[in-house]
T-cell receptor, first 120, second 114 residues
Framework: AQKITQTQPGMFVQEKEAVTLDCTYDTSDQSYGLFWYKQPSSGEMIFLIY??????QNATEGRYSLNFQKARKSANLVISASQLGDSAMYFC?????????????????FGQGTILTVHP | ETGVTQSPTHLIKTRGQQVTLRCSSQSGHNTVSWYQQALGQGPQFIFQ???????GRGNFPPRFSGLQFPNYSSELNVNALELDDSALYLC?????????????FGPGTRLTVT
């Protein structure tokens, strides 16, 4: 079974409008983290936002917010006031086992990604 | 803080050859993870190094190996290259002394196997 599912292969949005990119996840861990990364055509993965499973508030970082619905196991990314520079591939990712303690475990499991195109 | 750097940027190798990719961690980060990203796919976890030892591995064969050095920089070695090894290889650094979300990626090395 897929651990991270992004059901939207491609999304289009008009400049200055808001857009929501969907992400659902599957884990039996109680302590986990959810990430969103942006990958422009240059290839670099740019960290956008993080949500811990025990965080009560939805994470926000500037124009990015994460709509975290734990019971539904969803972690959708909302981009407000889209800009032309937001056109890129967006990946949702999960890190499990955060409560294990000891060494940091850097394994992220990524979804298939959503290509966002912002139209002028 | 200096970011994560990788070298080389691009590389072309022939099937059967061996390749070494390099990664320098972000300042203050003591953990390095490597990922393989095939075209049109999400990155796949290869392995992680912490304090110079491998402490986590994804579903990759033993011909994928690595090293981490005392300065926390890292190498990914791939032996007996296959055509399917053609991909973007990303390294990411993080720290067990920092917040869990601080995992930052380098720009990647694009490997083409012919």
């Amino acid at each position: 079974a897929q651990k991270i599912t992004q059901t939207q292969p491609g999304m289009f949005v008009q400049e200055k409008e808001a857009v929501t990119l969907d992400c659902t996840y599957d884990t039996s861990d109680q302590s986990y983290g959810l990430f969103w990364y942006k990958q422009p055509s240059s290839g670099e993965m740019i960290f956008l936002i993080y949500q811990g499973s025990y965080d009560e508030q939805n994470a926000t970082e500037g124009r990015y917010s994460l709509n975290f619905q734990k019971a539904r196991k969803s972690a959708n990314l909302v981009i407000s006031a889209s800009q032309l520079g937001d056109s890129a591939m967006y990946f949702c990712a999960m890190r499990e086992g955060l409560a294990a303690g000891g060494t940091s475990y850097g394994k992220l499991t990524f979804g298939q990604g959503t290509i966002l195109t912002v139209h002028p | 803080e200096t970011g994560v750097t990788q070298s080389p940027t691009h590389l072309i190798k022939t099937r059967g050859q061996q390749v070494t990719l390099r990664c320098s961690s972000q300042s203050g980060h003591n953990t390095v993870s490597w990922y393989q990203q095939a075209l049109g796919q999400g990155p796949q976890f290869i392995f992680q190094y912490y304090r110079e030892e491998e402490n986590g591995r994804g579903n990759f064969p033993p011909r994928f190996s690595g090293l981490q050095f005392p300065n926390y920089s890292s190498e990914l070695n791939v032996n007996a290259l296959e055509l399917d090894d053609s991909a973007l290889y990303l390294c990411a650094s993080s720290s067990d002394r920092r917040r869990a979300y601080e995992q930052y990626f380098g720009p990647g090395t694009r490997l083409t196997v012919t």
